[in-house]
């Protein structure tokens, strides 16, 4: 029985976090030997809980979790960046050392360590390499529909401290041991080529739906109500305040349709704006901000959407858009060369539309809302099909057979 070492950043929310349980619990059910590694997170019954995951069934038996940090103090130092990747490379050396695993997997980024002294193999997998955002100048602050000054200079303050001491960049053939890079999507691979000179496989993230929605997928796009639903964390980066300006526009014109937003509330003097928006807007009995839904609540909302909208620019993969599909809602993304959903998702417009400006993506809403019912119907079972290509079943095969590569 192989030795595996999963090591992961912080277990809680989030799709990385899903990512790493189901790669440990793909790896548990093939009878490898699983020493899963964070610094810090969630008991792991609660992780399965929030993330469909079944891994209690493994604990003790060939899966150990371990966290070298108890919560509270986590909490505190991620706050102070700088410490978390202090602790986070200890703890890989640590685990290393101790466990001498035959595998590691690791998330993201290549943290700085003695990589020629490494017998195990290593494998990446990278939803956007950190040292991307160092070595292109990336600030998601700056993507957003309200720039904060102050987060850009934090952010630069930060970068000062951390560019070279644990992030690796350059050539990685230089680091002396061969490290396989695997890509969340095009875009993901596109910026792993610039900074490590390597090209990567592409193995795109998975819908994880909850085993209730099996009972609710009778529910088909042409008896809908004029629904339309936008998912992610309630924050700048988001661009929320575009498609409430579009969904303005479209009021104007269809008085019977109404916007869902829902995400975690990770930034609330944005929360605040965007409702102070709303009612200046007039909007209030039109646009709903639902805040850390559950996942049986989410798939219930996206189950009635005859619309989903991904408003974010720079995105490199974007789930949600591909949970929407699944649900049968037909997507509108931003059309860009750094949006995921766009490239990999909706193919360039095969699979969904694209817009570009609040004009833009108020004509494409008002175009979809106005199809008939068979016309919906037939895109509502288009994109579902195109959906199932991100299921867990293809990310488990695709995974192992990556795995196995001699």
């Not at 810090?40 to 940090?69: A, Q």
């Not at 200079?153 to 002396?176: D, H, P, Q, S």
């Not at 639902?290 to 909302?301: A, C, L």
């Not at 619309?307 to 974007?318: S, T």
């Amino acid at each position: 029985m192989r030795n595996v070492a999963v090591i992961n950043l912080f277990n809680g929310t989030g799709g990385g976090v899903r990512i790493a349980l189901h790669i440990v619990e793909i790896l548990a059910e093939k009878g490898y030997r699983v020493r899963f590694i964070a610094l810090s997170g969630f008991p792991i019954n609660k992780l399965d809980k929030m993330h469909g995951t079944n891994l209690i069934r493994y604990l003790g038996r060939n899966l150990s979790v371990k966290y070298f940090l108890n919560y509270s103090h986590a909490k505190y130092l991620l706050r102070f960046r700088h410490y978390i990747y202090k602790y986070y490379i200890k703890m890989i050396k640590d685990v290393i050392n101790t466990y001498n695993p035959d595998v590691i997997i690791l998330f993201d980024d290549i943290p700085k360590l003695k990589w020629d002294s490494i017998k195990a193999r290593v494998i990446l997998y990278s939803h956007f390499p950190y040292a991307a955002r160092i070595l292109c100048n990336i600030y998601d602050a700056l993507d957003a529909d309200r720039v904060k000054l102050f987060d850009i200079v934090k952010e630069r303050f930060f970068r000062k401290f951390t560019f070279y001491k644990y992030f690796f960049i350059g050539n990685l053939r230089n680091l002396g041991s061969e490290i396989e890079v695997v890509a969340n999507s095009t875009i993901t691979s596109m910026f792993v080529k610039k900074v490590w000179n390597v090209d990567s496989k592409i193995l795109f993230p998975f819908i994880s739906t909850p085993q209730a929605i099996t009972s609710k997928e009778a529910l088909s796009t042409r008896s809908r109500p004029n629904v339309i639903v936008s998912l992610g964390v309630i924050a700048p980066g988001k661009r929320y305040s575009v498609l409430i300006d579009a969904f303005s526009i479209l009021k104007q014109r269809m008085r019977n349709s109404k916007l869902v937003i829902l995400g975690s509330l990770v930034d609330k003097n944005y929360y605040k704006y965007l409702h102070k928006k709303i009612k200046r807007l007039g909007l209030e009995n039109d646009i709903f901000i639902i805040t850390n839904v559950s996942e049986e609540k989410k798939w219930d909302i996206l189950l009635k959407a005859k619309i989903y909208v991904h408003a974010k620019r720079f995105e490199p993969f974007g789930i949600a858009v591909a949970e929407a599909m699944y649900a049968r809602a037909v997507p509108i993304v931003y059309k860009g060369f750094t949006s995921g959903p766009w490239i990999d998702i909706v193919e360039q417009g095969r699979y969904g539309f694209g817009f570009r400006t609040v004009d833009e993506l108020a004509d494409v809403m008002d175009q979809v809302l106005s199809y008939g019912k068979d016309e919906l119907e037939e895109w509502g079972l288009k994109v579902r099909e195109r959906a199932k290509r991100f299921s867990l079943e293809v990310f488990k095969q695709k995974f192992m057979d990556l795995l196995n590569k001699v």
